[in-house]
């Protein structure tokens, strides 16, 4: 059975912590965050959030 848009949508928004990390620059793959618990997941987020902050912050200079 397939989902339709809005149950799509829903999903995507539950699961965002792993999207980000899949969509991000970081060549995390599907695989690899299948083999991740929460806590590598959460850890992994963290270190996008530094690594964000940190280019936003060279940018300014």
Not at 8 to 33: G, H, P, Q, V
Not at 49 to 57: P, R, V, W, Y
Request: aromatic share 4%; charged share 35%.
């Amino acid at each position: 059975m397939t989902i339709n848009q809005s149950e799509a949508k829903r999903r995507a928004i539950e699961n965002w912590r792993m999207w980000r990390l899949l969509l991000s620059d970081m060549n995390i793959t599907y695989k690899d965050l299948d083999s991740m618990d929460d806590d590598d997941i959460m850890e992994a987020n963290a270190a996008l959030d530094i690594h964000i902050e940190q280019q936003k912050n060279k940018s300014k200079k």
